[in-house]
């Protein structure tokens, strides 16, 4: 079943995209706000792929270097660079809470 | 899911410069160890000495202990200063075992600079270019054939060096997640004092552990050359020091202190005897015997203590000794310094 990609950037500017409405399929119920996507969300395809093998793996690197067929390290630094990319994109999150608050 | 690259010549790029993507820790250590064990054993045959982090020199060969330690001093000596580069500027949870596989198997371009060294036609044509800039008039014959070989295993031996440092980088910040100029950086400071450290320390340590000061080239070949010349090296702590010739006589009976006998010009004027066989000449030496430097020919030499003095008689082995059998003549020298 072909599955469409979320989009998480704007194609015009690069800045994150919101949640403007969501809807339900059973009664067609429809909600209108502004929500911020979630951290995980907001990673691209290939990461949050990544993200769920490495949950399946039971959060082992070893296993999932096995998996992946890539050294120890590599798979490490792979997931380094998601945490960045998660804490990056928790930051301005953050500072709404704050701003709210 | 992410998958490794299907193109064709990616991987065998990233084999060639990045293998660590897909091989590091135990794995990477096993294979790296294989390969520094093999480049020792051609070493040992070829005479080619890794004695420093970046260097390669050719010498005699010798016992493949010796080139083995070389190469382990010149790995563990880079480990250690990128483990302390990475516990400074790494902010990822590495392991020791990455750093200690991955830099071992970098090494693996030695292997190659030791096969192309191993033809003989390398050491021809490198003593000949020693004894032309030593200008000490020894006599090397070479054709254009060894220089050639040479300057084409010397091109080769500059090109995996260059490769074995790209690797040593690569599987540093693969190892330690260290990018940009932070890794560059400290990547270098780390190679500069490795290569300082390791050169020092097979300096040192061999030294040591052979007895003998002398710097590694002497040292790896003399070395070598008493233990195939004389076999069991025994020590005799009256010859070693330094000797200064005051006379040539046929017999040492024929010796008087005080009155010269041999009235041209000494040819030998000092000679000096080394610890474990070593002389400040090409011959070599064990208790009661003196030893041509390629051990055709050995004679006995003879101390005696005349009015408190030391003298040394030395058989001279020349070409009517060695090859026609003649009873050695003496050089008779005084000893001049323990």
């Known amino acids: 079943m072909f599955m469409k990609i979320l989009p998480t950037a704007c194609p015009a500017c690069h800045n994150q995209l919101k949640v403007k409405s969501l809807i339900c399929e059973q009664c067609n119920t429809e909600i209108q706000g502004q929500y911020e996507l979630p951290p995980l ?3 691209c395809p290939d990461d949050q792929a990544f993200i769920l093998d490495f949950m399946k793996a039971s959060g082992s690197l070893k296993e999932m270097a096995k998996l992946l067929g890539l050294s120890y390290p590599t798979v490490r630094n792979r997931l380094d660079e998601i945490i960045e990319h998660v804490k990056l994109a928790e930051k301005p999150d953050k500072n ?3 701003e709210n608050l | 899911m992410i998958e490794n690259s ?6 065998l790029r990233q084999y060639l410069f990045n293998p660590f993507r897909t091989i590091a820790g135990f794995k990477a250590l096993l294979l790296g160890m294989g390969f520094i064990t093999t480049t020792s054993i051609i070493a040992s045959v070829g005479g080619v000495h890794f004695d420093g982090v970046l260097d390669v020199h050719i010498h005699k060969p010798g016992p493949m202990g010796l080139f083995l330690i070389e190469n382990l001093i010149n790995w ?3 480990v250690l200063f990128l483990f302390f580069s990475a516990l400074i500027v790494s902010r990822s949870q590495w392991r020791f075992i990455d750093i200690l596989g991955t830099q071992a198997l970098s090494r693996w371009p030695t292997l ?3 096969l192309v060294m191993l033809p003989d036609a390398n050491r021809r044509f490198g003593e000949y270019l020693m004894s032309k800039l030593s200008q000490s008039g020894t006599t090397t014959t070479v054709n254009s054939t060894d220089a050639v070989i040479f300057f084409i295993a010397a ?4 090109l995996m060096i260059i490769w074995m440092v790209a690797l040593m980088y690569k599987a540093y910040a693969v190892s330690c997640n260290v990018k940009g100029a932070k890794a560059i950086v400290t990547f270098i400071i780390s190679l500069i004092m490795a290569e300082v450290v390791s050169k020092v320390l097979i300096l040192t340590l061999l030294s040591g552990a052979l007895g003998t000061k002398c710097v590694m080239g002497n040292l790896m070949s003399k070395s070598t050359q008493v233990a195939a010349v004389v076999g069991q090296f025994e020590n005799d702590p009256e010859l070693i020091g330094a000797w200064q010739s005051v006379d040539f006589v046929n017999d040492v009976n024929d010796f008087k202190a005080g009155i010269k006998k041999w009235q041209s010009d000494l040819f030998l004027k000092e000679l000096t005897f080394k610890e474990n066989g070593v002389t400040s000449k090409s011959c070599v030496w064990t208790k009661d ?9 050995k004679a006995q030499y003879y101390i005696k203590s005349i009015d ?9 082995l020349s070409g009517d000794v060695i090859i026609r059998g003649m009873k050695p003549s003496y050089y008779v020298l005084k000893k001049i310094t323990e």
């Open chain 1, 41 to 43: 969300a907001s990673l």
């Open chain 2, 289 to 297: 015997w003196i030893y041509t430097g390629d051990g055709k020919a």
């Open chain 2, 155 to 158: 091109i080769i031996a500059v």
């Open chain 1, 96 to 98: 709404n809470r704050k």
């Open chain 2, 112 to 114: 190659i600079t030791a």
């Open chain 2, 308 to 316: 408190s003095e030391m003298y040394l008689f030395l058989p001279w």
């Open chain 2, 6 to 11: 299907a193109n064709p010549s990616t991987s």
């Open chain 2, 76 to 78: 563990l000596c880079m």
